[in-house]
Every structure is written in C-alpha cells, then in structure tokens.
Nanobody
C-alpha cells in the first residue's frame, strides 16, 4: 500500500513557475514508477510525465516537453514536477500516481496502468 500526498499547487501568473511535490509513504517507493497527470475543468484526466523507479528514464506529454521536468528523490520518498513558462491552459488539478510491479520497459502513460493516486493539487494560471 502506498499513500501519496501532493503539495505545491497554487495561483501563478502566466509565464511563472511552480514546483509540485508528491510525498509517498512506505519503504518501497524506489520500486514504483511514478507519474503525474492533470485534469482540467470539464476534461478527462491526461498524462503529464512519468519517471522510472531509478529516475534514469523520463517521459513527457509531447505538448509539455521543454517546460515541465519530472524528478524524484528516493531517499526522501518524493517525486517532483517542475513547471516553467506556465500558461493559462495549464490550469488543472494535478495528480501524482504510483505504478508497482511488474514494471514494463516502456513508460506508463495511461492512468489505468497506475495503482495508487494522490488527492490532487490545484494549479491555476492567470493570464
């Protein structure tokens, strides 16, 4: 069982930056692939980024490459999402998720592949 708690959301002006954190409980954090998803008002939840259990492999939604960076600190049981050059269309609830074994050799980009979810943190980007 893994419990995930996101933090770091808030209100920011367009062009600004935010760093989201997701703290995980349990001693097996390093066994999980971690992902970030987001859900805008009235829309489906969508993939943002994922990172392998070691942190050596990352994958991003095409539209977010270059602006968002996912990272993790296994010693702190925490995964991060650095978001730069934010746009109003980035406004959404951001969720972190954990995917346990078996881990596949390709990044998990579907929410159905993830086993545990946080409660989400709101990010609002004003124009």
């Amino acid at each position: 069982q893994v419990q995930l708690v996101e933090s770091g959301g808030g209100l920011v002006q367009a062009g600004g930056s935010l760093r989201l954190s997701c703290a995980a409980s349990g001693r097996t954090f390093s066994s999980y692939e971690m992902g970030w998803f987001r859900q805008a008002p009235g829309k489906e939840r969508r993939f943002v980024a994922t990172i392998s259990k070691s942190g050596g492999t990352t994958s991003y939604a095409d539209s977010l490459k270059g602006r968002f960076t996912i990272s993790r600190d296994n010693a702190k049981n925490t995964v991060y999402l650095q978001m730069n050059s934010l746009k109003p269309e980035d406004t959404a609830v951001y969720y972190c998720a954990a995917k346990g074994p078996p881990l596949l050799p390709v990044p998990a980009t579907s929410e159905r592949q993830y086993d545990y979810w946080g409660q989400g943190t709101q990010v609002t980007v004003s124009s």
